[in-house]
């Protein structure tokens, strides 16, 4: 039972990380953008998180197999059952995030992904109020960084975009109105500010 504990610690878990990682590698070759971009376009930093993943596994399976090897590795170590469900639950709560990105939006989606990491690697001991505080705190910086620096379409959640498209309506006034019957294409007489 010893032996089959180690061998799912030690390769099974790193093997599904690897798979997960070329499947990523794979789907994230297939976003395409709808603007000419230059040279580094919305694929290549999942690509790069592909390929840190796969390196970072590499490091972890060498640096296993090494102190394996050396002579005073006491055999009849527990295995530590708690990092390896931690490890899957981080593997569920990632899975559920991908799933609900594009439903809920980012700031929902993102929003609960912070809160289940924050759980899981707190150990379920991190106060609500503080947890909450530093999700948002997360979220804000990650959406400064993608949505605002790098101008990354992030999708955003049926709530907030009905609350943006009224404070849209709201600010931009009577002057943003629809062009009025009689005018425009539509009837065939230029309206305002139509070229012709």
């Known amino acids: 039972m010893q032996f089959l504990a180690s061998l799912l610690a030690r390769a099974l878990v790193p093997l599904g990380l690897a798979v997960f990682a070329v499947i990523y590698f794979d789907q994230a070759g297939k976003i395409r953008s709808l603007y000419n971009i230059g040279p580094v376009g919305p694929s290549d930093y999942p690509k790069l998180l592909a390929v840190a993943l796969g390196l970072a596994l590499v490091a972890v399976v060498v640096t296993d197999a090494s102190s394996r090897r050396r002579k005073d590795e006491v055999r009849t170590a527990p295995v530590d059952w ?6 899957g639950l981080v593997i569920v709560a990632s899975a559920l995030y991908v ?17 289940a990491l924050l759980a899981i690697f707190s ?6 109020v503080r947890a909450i505080v530093q999700a948002a705190v997360l979220v804000g910086l990650v959406y400064f960084l993608f ?3 790098f101008d990354v379409r992030l999708p955003e959640s049926p709530s907030v975009d ?4 009224r404070i849209e309506a709201l600010v931009s006034g ?5 062009p009025a019957a009689g005018t425009g294409a539509a009837s065939g007489t230029p309206a305002k500010g139509d070229a012709r």
């Open 162 to 165: 009905a609350l943006l498209s």
């Open 99 to 115: 799933a609900l990105f594009r439903t809920t939006g980012f700031l929902i989606s993102t929003g609960l992904y912070a809160l």
């Open 147 to 149: 949505g605002v620096l």
């Open 82 to 87: 708690g990092g390896l469900a931690a490890a």
């Open 174 to 178: 009577p002057d943003a109105a629809p």
């Open 123 to 128: 150990r379920l001991t991190l106060r609500p």
